[in-house]
């Protein structure tokens, strides 16, 4: 297992909220992060708003720190930028629309204070406007299945479950939610960071796949619990969703899978890709059907540049996959719940 160097920083956390044209999720929930973090240093990076995001911050929080950019560069370029700039033993990337609950720092420094190899983890996910049911982006831990499709313990497609704590348990996971993760600073820029290239979407799978391959873990603490509004840049609905969904999936596997399953998984993900642009098409959906279509050329487009971020990675058979379809399990056995899945499947 990799071993961490420890650092010493002057300050342990860093809370760090990228902002897109948030500003009444500022005004809504950057005053209870504050009161509800007292141990972390809370920093707002402004990923080129066109809202009066800036104008808030400078009125109603002059003593937070902000961090001002003239281009938006997505999540994945705005939290590289943003974090070259911070020092701090861990940053916590957190959401603007995530309410936190007290004492939600605590329960995850310790954890990475105790397990040295653990370069991230994730609280549990709870969805702000239903507070008794998992919500959509990470629930109580991030998974995978063999064709590269993600899911949740706590949410399988788009069927989330209500939380009764029967997750409520600490363990690996293979991905933590983006929504809100707690990473080990020295190990995030010896990654490399996020792939700028993902934009938004993934970009927190692919940084923990590769830290996986690498030799390092990823968890969940369920003892830190969130509320997460959800679709707060780009709604569910939105085609250009279902393009980065779609586009950073195929580099996302191209990138990362073992090279003997690699041609097999990719010509199967054309296919199913392929059968999803249709029941896009059938049920109205044409612009969702064409972010399909679009996604896919950009990924032949950029075959040669994925060639050289792959060449340069490690790729290896790694724990927490499920070696099975999650599609299958949901869509043709009906299976709706993490618990109903076997677990000699995870390997």
Known sequence: MRQIEQAHFMNKTAVVILNYNGAHFLTKFLPTAIERSPEAEIIVADNASTDDSVEIMQRDFPNIRL????????????????????????????????????????????????EPELVACQPKILA?????????????????????????????MESTESDTDQYNDSLEIFWATGACMIVRSNVFHELGGFDTDFFAHMEEIDFCWRAKNVGYKIKVQPQSVVYHVGGGTLPKTSPQKTYLNFRN??????????SKRLFRVIALRLILD??????????????????????????YRHLSDLRKKRAALSQNYISQIYQGSIVWAHFIKGIKKFSALKPEKFS
């Open 67 to 114: 961090l001002t950019y003239e281009t938006n560069e997505g999540y994945a370029g705005g939290y590289n930028r943003a974090l070259k700039e911070i020092e701090a033993e861990y940053y916590i990337l957190l959401n603007s629309d995530i309410e936190v609950t007290g004492h939600w720092i605590k329960p995850m420094t310790e954890l990475m204070d105790q």
């Open 128 to 156: 702000y406007y239903n507070k008794s049911r998992f919500e959509y982006a990470g629930a109580s831990g991030g998974f995978i299945d063999q064709y590269g499709y993600p899911f949740c313990r706590g949410r399988i």
């Open 249 to 258: 999936n195929f580099m996302l596997l191209y990138k990362n899978l073992p």
């Open 274 to 299: 392929g059968v999803a642009g249709i029941k896009f098409l059938l049920e109205g959906h044409a612009k969702d059907m064409w972010a399909v279509v679009r996604a896919h050329f950009y990924f």
